[in-house]
């Protein structure tokens, strides 16, 4: 079955840029969307397909996938970023979805 | 704005069945094209995916799970449920409700928590 992984955590100093990974084989190959998951609550997607914002997701939030890696980019790191943030694909060949472990995000 | 409710039991006896509806307000399940899937999150850990159905009636399970789940759809009501049978503590977990039109899920119920004791 396909895998994704992310890092355990990820530390950005206040008004930085994070990058949270997200990787898997040829995932470059494959659509990757990104949710944001508060504690407490249900998750909120951020980034569909790659690198689209869905309305209401601040421009500050970006996406990347290439290769075996996609990358979620958190410009201007606010305190209110920080979450679990989880990456996920539709396995077309299988027809699954799989999400990533998760990535704390720390804002410091 | 179409909205996702959970409603169910929120203790479950080992080996028994738990059952949740998700409800589907603000929009027609049967439209749109959107699958509808249930998702949990046991405690402290990361999502994972049960399964999903589409309006239609057809329905994909994860493996894993695939012989104890069975997803079904209610168009008159305007809902979807979940059964998983024979649970056990390691069932214990946040229930989420989602919809995807493409294959993000940009609709999640806000969760609910079932826990499997004795």
């Known amino acids: 079955s396909y895998e994704l992984t992310q890092p355990l955590s990820v530390s950005v100093a206040l008004g930085q840029t994070a990058r949270i990974t997200c990787g898997g084989n040829?995932?470059?190959?494959?659509?990757v969307h990104w949710y944001q998951q508060k504690p407490g609550q249900a998750p909120v997607l951020v980034i569909y397909?790659?690198?689209n914002r869905p309305s209401g997701i601040p421009e500050r939030f970006s996406g990347s996938n290439s290769g075996n890696t996609a990358t979620l980019t958190i410009s201007r790191a606010q305190a209110g970023d920080e979450a679990d943030y989880y990456c996920?694909?539709?396995?077309?060949?299988?027809?699954?979805?799989?999400f990533g472990g998760g990535t704390k995000l720390t804002v410091l | 704005q179409v909205q996702l409710q959970e409603s169910g039991p929120g203790l479950v006896k080992p080996s028994q069945t738990l059952s949740l509806t998700c409800t589907v307000s603000?929009?027609?399940?049967?439209?749109?094209?959107?699958?509808w899937s249930w998702i949990r999150q046991h405690p402290g850990k990361g999502l994972e995916w049960i399964g999903y159905?589409?309006?239609?009636?057809?329905?994909y399970y994860n493996p894993s799970l695939k012989s104890r789940v069975t997803i079904s759809v209610d168009t008159s009501k305007n809902q979807f449920s979940l059964k998983l049978s024979s649970v056990t503590a390691a069932d214990t977990a946040v229930y989420y409700c989602?919809?995807?039109?493409?294959?993000?899920?940009?609709?999640w119920g806000q969760g609910t928590m079932v826990t499997v004791s004795s």
């Open positions: 397909r790659d690198s």
């Open positions: 996920q694909v539709w396995d077309s060949s299988t027809q699954d979805v799989v």
């Open positions: 159905i589409y309006y239609s009636g057809s329905t």
């Open positions: 040829n995932i470059g190959s494959k659509n």
């Open positions: 989602a919809g995807t039109g493409t294959d993000a899920f940009d609709i």
């Open positions: 603000g929009g027609s399940i049967s439209s749109g094209g959107y699958y």
